[in-house]
């Protein structure tokens, strides 16, 4: 018995990508938009296949993204933005619903949209998985992105 198996190879040169990135907390925004973009390049994604929306804050996110890929030029999403904690837990219920939001992007379109929104407790926590040399969560969400695109395209 043979076993299929679908692996995703995080390459671009065919991929047309949308970023949603939020400008609340915009150093760390500014940091993972880097790291996304640096990544996309590396794999093959040309400039001209990228196109950044950038919004106030998280919660206009999942809204921008669904209007991106209702567009039709784009085969996924790459989401980027902060949510740190405050002084309320008004930093649970925008994280839940922005993660909320993208899923049922994802579910409605059938198109994958990278989750890089950070959800931390303090500024620190956020720098650190904004980094500039490692661990910049935008760099991540940019290739899983294209390992699940990849998949996507190897089922079809």
């Excluded at 970023?19 to 993972?32: K, P």
Aim: charged residues 25%; without cysteine; hydrophobic residues 45%.
């Amino acid at each position: 018995m043979a076993v299929k198996i679908f692996e995703g190879k995080p390459e671009g040169a065919r991929y047309r990508i949308a970023v949603v990135a939020s400008r609340f907390n915009d150093l760390i925004g500014q940091r993972l938009l880097k790291g996304a973009l640096e990544t996309l390049s590396s794999r093959g994604v040309a400039e001209k296949n990228i196109e950044v929306a950038w919004v106030p804050g998280a919660w206009e996110i999942p809204v921008v993204a669904r209007k991106m890929l209702k567009t039709g030029k784009f085969q996924g999403v790459i989401a980027l933005g902060a949510v740190i904690r405050g002084e309320t837990s008004h930093h649970e219920h925008i994280g839940t619903e922005v993660a909320a939001g993208l899923r049922g992007i994802t579910e409605e379109t059938g198109h994958p949209v990278a989750f890089g929104v950070l959800t931390t407790e303090t500024v620190d926590q956020a720098l650190a998985r904004a980094g500039e040399k490692s661990d910049n969560k935008g760099a991540e969400a940019a290739l899983h992105l294209l390992e699940t695109l990849s998949v996507l395209d190897q089922i079809q």
